[in-house]
C-alpha cells in the first residue's frame, strides 16, 4: 500500500465517493454524505488541486481517501478544544472513506496514521474532525487510536442539515 496525494484523478476519486455514497445508502450506519452534495465536486477539485486529498493505493486500486486541510466548520471556534491549540495550528480530517471491499482490515487507522504524519512534517500540533452522532464505525474508530471525545455540538452541513455531531482531537 502506498500513500498519496499528488497526481490524483479528480475522475477517479469523485467515482470513488460515488461508489462509496451507493454502498453507504445500504448500511446500518452512515456519514450523512449525499452525492453530489457533500462532498462536491467543488470541494473534491479544490483538494487535489492543493494536495490535501490523500489516497491509499493498491496498485490502480483506491483503497481509501481522505481530506486534511485547514478549513473548519464556524462552529469549531465556540468548541474548548482540550488541546487549547488554536485553529491554525491544527488541521482538519474531512471525508475518510475506505473501499468497501476493503473494509475491517485496518485501512482507515493505516490512513490515518500517514494523515497524522503529514500533518507533523508540516508542522501542526493536532487534527480535529467531527463524526454524524450515530456513525457507530466512526465513534468506535477514533477513539481506538487515540483521539480523545471533545464534544457533542449542533452543525449545519448541506447533505444532513442541522444536526448533532461529536468532535475529536488527536494531538500529533
Known amino acids: 500500500m502506498r500513500f498519496v496525494n499528488t497526481g490524483l484523478s479528480f475522475e477517479n476519486i469523485n467515482a470513488f465517493y460515488d ?3 451507493e454502498h453507504l445508502d445500504d448500511a446500518k450506519y452512515s456519514p450523512g454524505w449525499k452525492k453530489g452534495i457533500y462532498p ?7 483538494a487535489i488541486d492543493t494536495e490535501c486529498m490523500h489516497a491509499a493505493m493498491d ?6 481517501v481522505a481530506m486534511l486541510d485547514s478549513n473548519y466548520n464556524d462552529e469549531y471556534k465556540n468548541v474548548e478544544w482540550k488541546s ?5 495550528e491544527c488541521l482538519m480530517l474531512h ?6 471491499a476493503y473494509q475491517k482490515h485496518g485501512i482507515g487507522s493505516k490512513m ?3 494523515l497524522e504524519n503529514h500533518a507533523k512534517k508540516l508542522g501542526y500540533k493536532a487534527i480535529r474532525l467531527d463524526v454524524l452522532r450515530g456513525n457507530l464505525p466512526a465513534e468506535r474508530l477514533y477513539p481506538s487510536i487515540g483521539y480523545d471525545f471533545i464534544d457533542t455540538i449542533e452543525i449545519y452541513y448541506a447533505d444532513t442539515g442541522l444536526t448533532y455531531y461529536h468532535l475529536y482531537e488527536k494531538v500529533l
Open 95 to 100: 471525508v475518510l472513506g475506505v473501499n468497501p
Open 112 to 114: 490515518l496514521k500517514h
Open 19 to 21: 461508489m462509496l455514497i
Open 84 to 88: 487549547g491549540f488554536k485553529l491554525d
Open 40 to 46: 462536491d465536486e467543488e470541494m473534491i477539485r479544490e
Open 59 to 64: 496498485g490502480d486500486t483506491i483503497l481509501a
